[in-house]
Nanobody, 123 residues
């Protein structure tokens, strides 16, 4: 049973930073791509960032230069460091895991989802 458990969300002011964490269990973490998606109220869920099984990083244009995705295979954990947060970053952030050795960039490529963590950025 694969489980993804996020933590680190909260309420911050514009310009602040947050770091999200996602601990995975139930599979060999190092073989799978990991990523983050987000869903704002009234909007579709969208891709934020992903890291491939060999460590290549991909970002949505809206977060490029502000967010950094990383992972620690020894801890089965993927992180999302979010700097210079803006009110438009307010959303529920979901951790996602793809298929072994495959890419991860769309919802169709997600095999497992976390439960989500709320990030709220006030102006």
């Amino acid at each position: 049973q694969v489980q993804l458990v996020e933590s680190g969300g909260g309420l911050v002011q514009a310009g602040d930073s947050l770091r999200l964490s996602c601990v995975a269990s139930g599979r060999t973490f190092s073989r799978y791509p990991m990523g983050w998606f987000r869903q704002a109220p009234g909007k579709e869920r969208e891709f934020v960032a992903a890291i491939s099984w060999i460590g290549l990083r991909y970002y949505a244009d809206s977060v490029k230069g502000r967010f950094t995705i990383s992972k620690d295979n020894a801890k089965n954990t993927v992180y999302l460091q979010m700097n210079s947060l803006k009110p438009e970053d307010t959303a529920v952030y979901y951790c996602a895991s793809g298929e072994q050795y495959e890419a991860l960039g769309t919802q169709e490529e997600v095999g497992y989802w976390g439960q989500g963590t709320q990030v709220t950025v006030s102006s």
